[in-house]
């Protein structure tokens, strides 16, 4: 496993990352895209996938298939230009309870 960090998002996204030192930048523009690119970076190893919730949410089944139960790949969801949005479950509560066993509570 590479001990590489990877954003792919929107390309506004993907800049303002790439700016903030990721070296490791992929523009995605749809779907198809997101999920050809996701695969691409899982089977090139990166330890730590960045990615926008947006993209999260549909992507879902393909994030919880390369993570599983794994630690590494850690996908991580963030916040794109237009903001925080509402959601079902919190991913990243998900990701603290397969990585460490332990449930958040709120």
Known sequence: MKNDIAI?????????????GIKSGFPVHNKEEAKTTLKQ??????????????????LRD??????????????????????????????MNDLIKRVIGVEMVK
């Open 62 to 91: 393909d994030i919880t298939k390369y993570t599983g139960s794994k630690a590494l790949p850690m996908i991580i969801e963030v916040p794109d230009k237009s903001g925080s949005h509402k959601r079902e479950t919190d991913p």
């Open 41 to 58: 970076l899982v089977d090139d190893e990166y330890s730590i996938i960045i990615t926008t919730e947006k993209i999260g949410d549909e």
């Open 8 to 20: 792919m998002a929107d390309p506004d996204t993907v800049t303002g990352f790439m700016l903030g």
